[in-house]
């Protein structure tokens, strides 16, 4: 644990691709162990191939190597792939009023492509785990709603991803001219969702992403 915390002081420090100038005492500092003990570790994980290190004079220069850059590339997959599967958790907001306006528009698309009749409005969730929508996102192909022209408007694509929430299927939809932040879901589904899962503003709630 306490070479990964070294790998990560020095990747913060900028010592990827170039030497950066350390000293023992400030690590030591951050670490919360010894000086002797920083230096001890960093003969170590030279040894390993993880950094190299270069003393000129009373200076320190340290670079993490390939080795390891890629120890900390794959804990990043691993973390990345237990933490970032699917699961959103948000706490349920109010939107802006305009979701059943767009919803009723898109309306002949969704029972097209996402194969279900809307509820004519959507909830608005605030996301709180992972970071952004998009982390819980990332590599989900959506459905794509194609843009259309009615009324002499444009209606522009709207990126569907499919989830279930309990036993409710649903999708959030990502329009291409989104005015949400990247922490806020749009949410359409069947039903009316506040009351099929006795929600109110605040309410936590739990979506799972369908992959595939």
Known sequence: MKKLKLLVTLAKRGAIGEKVKITLR?????LEISPQSVLRL?????KEGLVSKEVLGRKTYVEIDHEGLAF?????????EALYNGVIIGEVISGIGEGAYYVKQYAHLIREYLGFD?????LNIRVLFPKTVFDALCGVRPV???????DGRTFGDV????????????????????VHPPRIAEIIAPVYLRE???????????????KG
């Not at 794509?144 to 009615?150: E, H, R, S």
């Open 72 to 80: 900390l590339e794959s804990l990043c997959d691993a973390i990345s």
């Open 118 to 122: 809307p509820y004519p409005g959507t």
């Open 144 to 150: 794509v709603l194609p843009g259309f022209t009615k």
């Open 42 to 46: 960093l003969d170590e994980m030279e």
């Open 196 to 210: 099929a899962l006795n929600l109110k503003d605040g309410s936590r709630i739990t979506l799972r992403v369908v």
């Open 26 to 30: 400030e690590l030591a500092d951050e």
């Open 159 to 178: 990126k569907a991803y499919r989830i279930r929430i309990n036993d409710i299927e649903g999708a959030i939809v990502v329009p291409s001219r989104t």
